[in-house]
């Protein structure tokens, strides 16, 4: 507000009340300076208005002068007037369904498939077409305003119901309609025939086809990427900040051309935003972040900010440049970390941290520079952190030359005291560059400076040598954890594990840390003993609600590690109170951990909640309301945007899929104790401590009377505990070597989206089939000859050894669609039934259940299967037509009495890089 009120006085100054406006005044001599002063309503009153008005805005935008007009503005004979968006959509799908040929690209289809959902569901919608005119362009654009705010909750209830519908609705958005070929619009437009600006040109060549492209994109990546991924940056790391970007390029279902386009911006942004920054531009905020936004802006399409070569290799550890002055050591510290791909610059040696330290190991995050003075208690600063790290610190120190130095005679005693106290420090390597090195006038200079002086050159091949002789574990680990409530079992789950029982190899180690034994803030705790143990499997025996999720996520980017949230079986969307707010726990869930808390003997739990604690069973109901209106889905889509790739293990919880329902009175104690939970949360009116008092006795008396019907809901802890071992064993099993960077890869390069199975244990099973059903034996019977044969070999008759369900093919679906569905089901197992055997002479195949779980997507393929064998000039994408075949009598259908589970991995198949 004030510095709307300065603009205000501003423009006061320039133009008071009382000045005298000359209309006549000629536009050609009107200067900037008094634009303001220009009295539209007089002008309108002339009858060369629009030619006034045009002199008038081409004298102050100069060559960005541009001219709308509305189509409402526009003569009838217009063939902008005759446009119809709508039949203009539909005729896009239409043009797109008929053929086989890639007509039009994927956000032409979706703004397409937008407008038409809009059009079926009868949405109020505002179609205002402008022409918009420059000096040297035209373009067509469409401003679409949805008018009514019940719209919203209809076409989002549609998307959900039908899983269709297209893009995200907002308020108000604007499409261009372009020429296929690229061309000027204008000329484009202007040439048509009126009935063709209606209709998809019917031509081999689509000269004429109009397409849709959205414009707000670079809009929605300024503010949601740029703006609201500040935080993410600054806290959490430039790996953390781009799996954010990439996340939500996923979630708004763009093209894999426009992820290309992208995903350079966002790291050059990040570099950017951790680089020192220009000072005559307020500091970088959410709220005043678009200064810096369009600077960065300017100096990435300079070639500045670019992405570095993924053979580029980029120092690690804590570089210290000591000098007389800080301002001469500025591009100095630019140079550097230009040529050693450092990954930030601090210029106050008091804000670096131990844990900065032992982040700038990594070589995921790069390493770090600090400039300082040679006088103050720099070096004292340092020596506390090379108590522990002195192998991850290197000192710079630049000659001061002859002079003073902030009132100090460089030769004098004192200074060459303050020197020897820099040299005394304990470090990795302690260097020297001559004065001239921080005397160059900008950054690009001292890069060309540090590539030609000879001593430059031996200090940078000294620090590349040593931290390539250092390099550090790049193993990525892998964080265990709970987004449960108290009672939930997840201590029972993580008892007497060890790293053996785990399988855990290349040299991870186990790491247990309970939350109720940690000392200290939790998180910060566990990122410095991950840092100290890099790629460990560490499990965090602590519930971690929604509100915590951030936290797991930044300890992820900090260790380089990968996020496993466990859930528990049976999760189903509930709704509890007055408002009927949804909780993604059922009643009985709750129900379950109440028991098992006040099973606790008193003063036996080392969170000091069990039986003896007065509110016990509400500090359960507290945890529920935690995560109050987070459907199950919602809950699972939240928990896969924390850490890198989050995965999920699902242990059994309930004996039973469908449960029965609770006592009467046991359901109404539960909904009454969530809802005074939630009128406390939501400050509807106070509530107190004997009302809290009451409740817990009362939910207390009602577990107690209800105890054998809740002991019979759940599986036994042992099961349990079993399966998660088996689950979180076959996880470490299948941890990569390397992170992959946040990007999608090239072009086509996911072939598919599977669930694979191992060779040895399918045919182990179809051994078993074969001693059921003489069908089966009979048929691989005959082929016993074809076991050595390659599968690749089409010429032969052979088995298919890389055994596998395909779950999304890149031809029915886009890179960037399966990279969101699939990127965090990646080394994750799932169980499958297989039902039946189907086979003909060319080709046989496994017939698959897959389990009705919303977790995991559903294939897009209708007939699930895993093809186990394919004679010579037949292939495996063949045996989706068996069911047909059945039906025609051309293939063979055994059904099993007792169908066989299967364990897979999901995986992403890549098409080789030409």
């Known amino acids: ?201 019917e031509s081999t060549q689509y000269e004429e086809k109009l397409m849709l492209k959205m414009k707000f994109l670079p809009y929605m990546v300024r503010t949601f990427i740029c703006r609201n991924g500040l935080p993410i940056l600054m806290n959490d790391g430039i790996p953390s900040f781009e799996n954010y970007a990439m996340n939500q390029l996923a979630k708004w279902n763009v093209s894999d051309e426009a992820v290309r386009k992208w995903m350079p911006f966002f790291q050059g942004w990040s570099k950017y935003c951790t680089s020192p920054l220009d000072a005559s531009l307020p500091p970088l905020t959410e709220k005043k972040y678009l200064h810096h936004y369009y600077r960065f802006d300017e100096l990435f399409t300079s070639g500045r900010f670019q992405v570095i070569p993924e053979m580029a290799s980029s120092f690690h550890g804590l570089i210290v440049i000591v000098g007389p002055s800080k301002d001469d050591l500025r591009a100095l510290s630019l140079g550097l970390s230009s040529e050693l791909h450092c990954s930030k610059i601090v210029d106050d040696i008091r804000q670096i941290s131990e844990k900065m330290v032992m982040l700038s190991k990594q070589r995921s995050r790069g390493g770090l520079i600090c400039i300082t003075e040679i006088e103050g208690r720099g070096a004292t600063c340092l020596r506390r952190l090379a108590k522990k790290h002195h192998e991850a610190i290197f000192i710079i120190i630049v000659q001061g030359g002859n002079g003073i130095s902030g009132g100090i005679n460089n030769n004098s005693p004192k200074f060459d005291g ?39 050159k031996e200090v940078l091949a000294k620090l590349k040598a040593c931290s390539e002789s250092q390099q550090p574990d790049e193993h990525p680990g892998l964080i265990v954890y709970f987004p449960l409530i108290p009672g939930c079992g997840k201590s029972s789950l993580c008892r007497d594990i060890t790293a053996e029982a785990l399988g855990i190899g290349n040299g991870r180690k186990l790491v247990q840390m309970e939350g109720d034994q940690i000392k200290g803030k939790f998180y910060d705790v566990v990122a410095k003993e991950l840092l100290s143990k890099p790629s460990s499997v560490a499990i965090l025996d602590k519930n971690v609600p929604p509100s915590s999720f951030p936290s797991v996520h930044k300890l992820c980017a900090e260790s380089n590690s990968i996020a496993l949230y466990v859930l528990p079986t049976g999760m189903a969307d509930t709704c509890v109170g007055e408002s009927m707010d949804v909780y993604p726990f059922t009643l009985q869930f709750l129900a ?36 109050r209106n987070l459907t199950a889905s919602r809950l699972k889509e939240k928990l896969r945007d924390v850490g890198y790739q989050g995965k999920v293990i699902f242990v059994p919880f309930f004996r039973d899929e469908i449960l029965p329902d609770l006592p009467t009175e046991l359901k109404q104690a539960l909904e009454d104790a969530v809802t005074l939970q939630t009128r406390d949360d939501k400050k509807i009116c106070k509530v107190d401590k004997k009302d809290w008092t009451s409740m817990d006795k009362r939910l207390r008396s009602s577990i107690m009377d209800n105890r054998s019907y809740i002991d ?37 390069s996911i072939q598919i989206a599977s669930l694979d199975f191992d060779f040895g244990l399918v045919h182990a099973e179809i051994e078993k089939l074969r001693q059921i059903y003489p069908d089966i034996d009979q048929y691989f019977s005959q082929r016993e000859a074809n076991k050595n044969n390659d599968q690749d070999d089409e010429s032969k008759d052979r088995y298919i050894t890389s055994v596998h369900c395909t779950f999304a093919h890149a ?19 799932a169980e499958m039934k297989a039902t039946a055997f189907l086979f003909n002479e060319k080709i046989a195949a496994l017939e698959l259940e897959v389990p009705n779980d919303d977790s995991i997507p559903r294939p897009n393929n209708a007939f699930p299967h895993v093809t186990i064998w394919c004679s010579e000039n037949s292939q495996a994408y063949e045996s989706n037509d068996l069911p047909e075949m059945v039906k025609c009598n051309k293939a063979t259908r055994v059904e099993f009495g007792e169908h066989v589970a299967m364990r897979g991995v999901f995986s992403f198949w890549y098409n080789p890089i030409v």
Not at 598 to 617: F, I, Q, S, Y
Not at 818 to 825: C, K
Request: charged share 25%; hydrophobic share 40%.
């Open 1 to 201: 507000m004030k510095e709307l009120c300065a603009i205000s006085n501003q423009l006061l100054e320039l133009v008071p009340p009382s000045a005298t406006v000359d209309v006549q005044q000629s536009t050609e001599n009107l200067g900037i300076d008094a634009i303001q002063q220009v009295d539209l309503r007089a002008m309108a009153e002339m009858d060369d208005f629009e030619k006034q008005l045009d002199d008038v805005l081409q004298t102050f935008h100069g060559p960005n002068y541009r001219r709308i007009q509305s189509s409402r503005d526009l003569d009838s004979a217009s063939p902008l007037k005759c446009i119809d968006v709508v039949r203009l959509a539909n005729e896009i799908i239409l043009a797109s369904s008929s053929t086989s040929e890639c007509i039009y690209d994927r956000e032409t289809l979706d703004i397409a498939r937008l407008i038409r959902t809009l059009d079926q569901l009868q949405i109020n919608v505002s179609y205002n077409l402008l022409d918009e005119e420059t000096l040297d362009d035209e373009r067509l654009l469409c401003i679409l305003r949805i008018n009514n705010d019940s719209s919203f909750v209809k076409y989002n209830n549609f998307v959900k119901r039908e899983g269709s519908g297209g893009l995200m609705l907002f308020r108000g958005f604007c499409i261009e309609l372009v020429p296929s070929n690229d061309s000027n619009v204008a000329n484009e437009h202007k040439d048509m025939e009126v009935g063709a600006s209606l209709h998809v040109v």
């Open 418 to 456: 303050m020197i020897k106290s820099w040299k005394n420090t304990k470090c990795n390597m302690m260097l020297e560059l001559p004065r001239e090195s921080a005397m160059q006038l900008d950054g690009d200079a001292t890069i060309e400076y540090l590539r030609s002086n000879d001593t430059a």
């Open 592 to 627: 379950v951990c109440m028991a098992r808390i006040l099973n606790r003997k008193p003063g036996t739990h080392a969170g000091k909640l069990d039986a003896a604690v007065e509110d016990a069973c509400m500090v359960v109901v507290k945890f529920y309301c935690f995560y």
């Open 712 to 748: 019979s809901l759940t599986v036994p802890l042992e099961g349990s505990r079993s399966m998660f071992t088996t689950e979180l064993s076959n996880v470490i099993i299948s941890l990569p070597d390397k992170l992959q960077p946040v990007t999608l890869h090239p072009a086509g």
């Open 811 to 829: 031809s029915q679906v886009s890179q960037t669609s399966m990279f969101a569905s699939f990127q965090h089901l990646i080394g994750s197992t």
